[in-house]
């Protein structure tokens, strides 16, 4: 079974997701990025777009406006100054 990476969404409303996932690619203000799980650490700003989670097969999008994405060994954080589920 292949390594699971730890993936938060967090608005400044709620936490939209919080779990283990295959695979996050997201909006970077210097281009698009996908993280797997041990990817090296880095931070980046966001731009408008989506953030597309792969999990079992399965893709979950999600539209966000800005904020940051810091990946980590611990996994990705995304703070989103806007994020709603796409629909």
Same mark, same amino acid.
């Given at each position: 079974?292949?390594?699971?990476?730890?993936?938060?969404?967090?608005?400044?409303?709620?936490?939209?997701?919080?779990?283990?996932?295959?695979?996050?690619?997201?909006?970077?203000?210097?281009? &698009?990025?996908?993280?797997?799980?041990?990817?090296?650490?880095?931070? /980046?700003?966001?731009?408008?777009?989506?953030?597309?989670?792969?999990?079992?097969?399965?893709?979950?999008?999600? &539209?966000?406006?800005g904020?940051?994405? &810091?990946? /980590?060994?611990?996994?990705? /954080?995304?703070?989103?100054?806007h994020?709603?589920?796409?629909?």
């Amino acid at each position: 079974m292949a390594d699971k990476l730890h993936f938060s969404l967090v608005s400044p409303e709620r936490e939209l997701f919080s779990g283990e996932v295959d695979q996050v690619d997201a909006p970077g203000s210097e281009g &698009d990025f996908g993280v797997l799980a041990g990817h090296a650490p880095f931070m /980046t700003a966001l731009k408008e777009g989506q953030v597309r989670v792969h999990n079992g097969g399965r893709v979950t999008a999600y &539209d966000v406006r800005g904020g940051f994405a &810091d990946v /980590t060994p611990e996994g990705l /954080t995304i703070l989103a100054e806007h994020a709603t589920e796409a629909a």
